[in-house]
């Protein structure tokens, strides 16, 4: 079958045989009523010179050599009307959501199928095949490539599911605004970070304010600072409230501080208290990194009634991995995992199956030493107290390696939700 791929870059010559140039961009325009746009002209460089011509001159768009139906003083020229989509520069690497399986997907190549006489894009290609195509290698690799791709033999998308979001950069499946949210916020963080500014301020509008709190944690926080830096105060208020208190605390650091100070203002009580707590820490210690979303119980109530304990705090705590023990003075007296309290006896203490030997930081450690224990003890969360054992926080795994491994390695690392 035909793909975009087979005319990037084709020699393309007159009716005569004489060289024109070598194919630039093939345009393509969707009409109203139209599911599937139709190829209109292609533009073709010759020596720094590009020249456009309509896709009714070309006798054979398909071929190793691409003719042309005239001379070269008797081509007619296209005229551009501000429709035409560039399948190369606008469509061809570029991020889609694939509401099907709720995913972000890039565009690899572009199927072409020919109808009646004109060309329409029909599906666009999401597999490796479609790279491979492109790199001109596809008979030495093709047979290993199918074989791989047998477990998930879905590589396309029609284009009845695909809309540009704008004509010079983006592209999406046709998805009311409103299904957005059921993308994965790193999902949603992939797609802004190749957008504008202006792009990705809009697909931020169209969130609600839990949505985008979950998706600017999903970037770094001096990338949060910029997305937010037009929003209205009250609006990052209540974004930051809907964060958890560590991840707050970092976009504050990255904003100017009069306005990070006006913004602590305007947030609860308990939220703002919280992140003042964390502001008030070197960014590089057990305390600047810590969350002080955790679940304590004390020791003397039951296994079901610890459960009950973590379920009501299902709405202030968005990890839970461990579940930590205090006294009424919140002395740290032992933890204990999610699935150890779930195989428990209903009816057994708490102390009788926590551990009362358990690896736990100061608020003032550093982060190497951080990223040592975690690996030492194979932990997912760090518990941090102060001098007097008073449980303070958590440190996840993810965070406490995070300035210590390379970006490409910290990708490969779980999320631990």
Not at 270 to 299: C, Q
Request: negative net charge.
């Amino acid at each position: 079958m035909p793909f975009i791929s087979h005319i990037i870059n084709r020699p393309v010559v007159d009716s005569e045989g004489e060289t024109l140039g070598r194919v630039e961009e093939v345009y393509a325009v969707q009409k109203k009523g139209m599911t599937h746009p139709m190829i209109t002209a292609i533009a073709v460089r010759n020596k720094g010179i590009i020249s456009t011509y309509p896709i009714t001159e070309v006798t054979a768009l398909l071929s190793p050599v691409i003719p042309l139906a005239h001379p070269l003083d008797k081509l007619e020229k296209y005229v551009m009307t501000n429709q035409e989509l560039p399948l190369i520069q606008d469509i061809l690497d570029k991020q889609i959501l694939d509401t099907n399986g709720i995913r972000v997907v890039r565009v690899n190549d572009l199927e072409i199928k020919r109808v009646n006489g004109d060309y329409y894009v029909s599906n666009v290609d999401i597999g490796s095949m479609g790279l491979v195509r492109r790199m001109g290698i596809i008979k030495p690799v093709e047979g290993l490539i199918s074989l791989f791709s047998r477990k998930n033999p879905q590589n396309f998308i029609s284009w009845d599911y695909v809309e540009p979001l704008r004509h010079d950069q983006f592209m999406h499946l046709k998805v009311p605004v409103d299904k957005i949210k059921d993308l994965h916020p790193a999902d949603i963080a992939e797609l802004i970070s190749d957008m504008s500014h202006s792009e990705s301020g809009q697909l931020l509008n169209s969130l609600d304010i839990e949505h985008l709190a979950d998706t600017l944690e999903e970037v770094e926080p001096d990338f949060q600072a910029t997305l937010v830096q037009n929003m209205s105060d009250e609006k990052v208020a209540d974004v930051l409230e809907e964060m958890s208190p560590d991840e707050a605390a970092d976009l504050l650091n990255e904003m100017p501080r009069e306005r990070s100070e006006d913004l602590l203002e305007l947030m609860q009580d308990e939220e703002r208290d919280e992140v003042k707590l964390l502001l008030s820490y070197p960014e590089d210690t057990a305390g600047g990194l810590m969350t002080t979303d955790v679940v304590t119980v004390e020791p003397e109530i039951t296994a079901s009634q610890a459960i009950d304990a973590v379920r009501a705090c299902k709405e202030e705590v968005d990890s839970l991995i461990y579940v930590y023990v205090v006294d009424e003075e919140k002395h740290l007296l032992g933890t204990f995992s999610l699935s150890e309290l779930i195989f428990a006896q209903p009816r057994a203490r708490v102390k009788d199956f926590m551990h009362e030997k358990y690896a736990a930081v100061n608020v003032t450690e550093k982060q190497d030493k951080l990223a040592e224990t975690v690996s030492k003890y194979n932990l997912q969360a760090l518990p941090v107290v102060d001098d007097e054992n008073h449980l303070l926080g958590i440190v996840t795994a993810d965070d406490a390696l995070d300035k210590i491994l390379p970006t490409a390695w910290k990708k490969r690392l779980p999320r631990f939700y």
